[in-house]
């Protein structure tokens, strides 16, 4: 089984504070993504990787950057927290080529 | 401009009857179409796909239908039980310059009351 680990379920940061989200696969994927999901918004494309150190930006990319230095590990890095960015972070990864993408658990995040 | 639209936020259906989840798109490159589950304060789920060259694909209860001409995707749970109450997500894979992200819709709440 695919198995795609975000280092925390929940986290409260403050205004401000550069916060790093993990997320770790462990089936060899070259693709990688991070979502955020918020009522009646969806899920949004924030970043996506489809190979190490290989980055675009997805469709809301303001406020954060991402660093993929080893094929296993997609990190998303909000510089500085504001209250918007309080929302659920999804991380997925997906083989190249292939059409359907394994998600975490998920990262509720509030920014206070 | 929304890509992908499911237009019902929600949907409510009786245990033991069909639901039927609809969802459209604008773009008739998308090679893939799929559908996720989603529970809360948990990831998505993969459900089913079906390639843009299909009008049809089925897995047990799940069926997905795909009309290219209406640019229309819907998915049929039969019968729906109360464990398929979740947020459904339609979503396409979009060939763009890097191997094609994952766009999602909206989704749709889906209650199966027994």
């Known amino acids: 089984d695919v198995k795609v680990t975000q280092s925390s379920r929940y986290l409260v940061k403050r205004t401000g504070e550069k916060v790093f989200l993990e997320c770790v696969q462990d089936m060899d994927h070259e693709n990688m993504f991070w979502y955020r999901q918020d009522p009646g918004l969806g899920l949004r494309l924030i970043y996506f990787?489809?190979?190490?150190?290989?980055?675009e930006k997805g469709d809301i990319p303001e406020g954060y950057s991402v660093s993929r230095e080893k094929k296993e590990r997609f990190s998303l890095i909000l510089e500085s927290a504001s209250t918007n960015q309080t929302s659920m972070y999804l991380c997925?990864?997906?083989?190249?080529?292939?059409?359907?993408?394994?998600f975490g658990q998920g990262t509720r995040l509030t920014v206070v | 401009d929304q890509q992908v639209k499911q237009n019902s936020p929600s949907l409510s259906v009786q245990e033991g009857r069909i639901s039927i989840l609809n969802c459209d798109y604008t773009n008739s490159m998308f090679d893939y179409f799929l559908w996720y589950k989603k529970y809360p304060a948990e990831g998505p789920t993969f459900l089913i796909s079906?390639?843009?060259?299909?009008d049809k694909n089925e897995d047990g209860r799940f069926t997905v239908f795909l009309n290219k001409s209406a640019k229309h995707l819907s998915l049929h749970i039969v019968p729906s039980q109360p464990g398929d109450s979740a947020v459904y997500f339609c979503?396409?894979?979009?060939?763009?310059?890097?191997?094609?992200?994952?766009?999602f819709g909206k989704g749709t709440k889906l209650s199966v009351k027994p």
């Open positions: 979503a396409v894979r979009s060939y763009g310059g890097s191997q094609g992200n994952l766009i």
């Open positions: 079906i390639s843009s060259i299909k």
């Open positions: 990787s489809y190979d190490v150190k290989m980055k």
């Open positions: 997925a990864s997906r083989r190249a080529g292939a059409t359907e993408a394994f």
